[in-house]
């Protein structure tokens, strides 16, 4: 059984900042690539940041240099450090991870239950 708790989300003026966190428990082997998406009413989900276990960062182009992707392997968490908030950055942001849990088995995505962030004008 594997768990992704989400944390930080919550209201936010325009401009303001958040982080966010994501921990991973239970029975995790290994946790790859990690990762924030999001989704705002009446869209699809869309990726936000991923981040390798190397730590080597991906962004979409709507959140580069705002947002920065960060991991603790030691923790299996994940970050993400939102500055500058725009209204359009409104959506639940759920965290996704790719784990395995046994060494003989395949990676496969977990994802959290998600956590509200609302940036007000």
């Known amino acids: 059984q594997v768990q992704l708790v989400e944390s930080g989300g919550g209201l936010v003026q325009a401009g303001g900042s958040l982080r966010l966190s994501c921990a991973a428990s239970g029975n995790i082997f290994s946790i790859n690539t990690m990762g924030w998406y999001r989704q705002a009413p009446g869209k699809q989900r869309e990726l936000v940041a991923t981040?390798?276990?190397?730590?080597?960062?991906n962004y979409a182009d709507s959140v580069l240099g705002r947002f920065t992707i960060s991991r603790d392997n030691a923790k299996n968490t994940v970050y993400l450090q939102m500055n500058s908030l725009k209204p359009e950055d409104t959506a639940v942001y759920y965290c996704n991870a790719d784990i395995r849990t046994t060494l003989w088995e395949s990676t496969y995505p977990y994802w959290g239950q998600g956590t509200q962030v609302t940036v007000s004008s």
């Open positions: 981040i390798t276990s190397g730590r080597r960062p």
